[in-house]
């Protein structure tokens, strides 16, 4: 089993729709990042966050340490937002999450 | 957020020759640098861990003789894959960890964009 399991591993939405991902950990960790891969390759580091919930434009992200969880939102999907979303928590080093790849239909 | 580059984005070279990777911290000083390789549809898997002015931390299974890691400055890490063979193609990004005076607490880490690597 893997430490960072993410879900869903694909997922597919029409423009405009509320989108969720969620992780689950089972290390003891410091904070989480939550990432995103372009087709290209290159990495973006969305949030980082060890409690609460951090918010930046329509990008949400919400962590509860007691439940080991996190879960990354997107309000009013676009095209755009169609990428690889990356999970990952950082204990004794940065441990990923396998990615949900996202696709927003237009 | 900082600024970390990678060159070159993309090469190809011949099977046995030896290929050189740059990763710079453009905005901020850089103590440790990891360097990840991706293959397709994969997760991100940690290859080493470098910190500027000491040798590098290599991760299981891989060869140090093989991808030679310097981190001469706070601001650049180097990756050489020597004597390249096509199973080394894949994706290699590497990432920064930003210096705050004091440490303690952990420092977030910012990506380069990645250099993609085919060995023909």
């Known amino acids: 089993k893997n430490e960072v399991e993410q879900s869903p591993q694909n997922l597919t939405a029409q423009e405009g729709e509320f989108i969720t991902i969620n992780c689950s950990y089972s290390?003891?960790?410091?904070?989480l990042h939550w990432l995103q891969q372009h087709p290209g390759g290159g990495i973006v580091s969305l949030f980082m966050?060890?409690?609460g919930k951090k918010k930046h434009g329509r990008l949400i992200a919400t962590i509860n340490i007691q439940e080991k969880h996190s879960s990354l939102h997107i309000t009013a999907s676009h095209p755009r937002d169609s990428a690889v979303y990356i999970c990952?928590?950082?204990?004794?080093?940065?441990?990923f999450g396998t990615g949900t790849r996202l696709t927003i239909i237009p | 957020g900082a600024v970390v580059s990678q060159h070159p984005s993309r090469v190809i070279c011949k099977s046995g020759t030896s290929v050189k990777i740059e990763c710079r911290s453009l905005?901020?000083?850089?103590?440790?640098m990891f360097w990840y390789r991706q293959f397709p549809k994969q997760s991100l898997m940690l290859m080493a861990t470098?910190?500027?002015?000491?040798?590098?931390?290599?991760e299981q299974g891989v060869e140090k003789d093989k991808f030679l890691i310097n981190h001469a400055s706070l601001t650049l890490s180097t990756l050489t894959v020597t004597s390249a063979h096509p199973e080394d193609s894949s994706f290699y990004i590497c990432?920064?960890?930003?210096?705050?005076?004091?440490?303690?607490?952990?420092?977030?880490?910012?990506f380069g964009p990645g250099t993609r690597l085919t060995v023909l």
């Open positions: 990432s920064a960890r930003d210096h705050l005076p004091g440490g303690g607490s952990y420092n977030e880490q910012f």
């Open positions: 990952a928590v950082i204990g004794e080093k940065l441990t």
């Open positions: 470098s910190n500027e002015g000491s040798k590098a931390t290599y």
């Open positions: 290390v003891g960790i410091s904070a």
């Open positions: 966050l060890s409690s």
């Open positions: 905005d901020f000083q850089a103590t440790t």
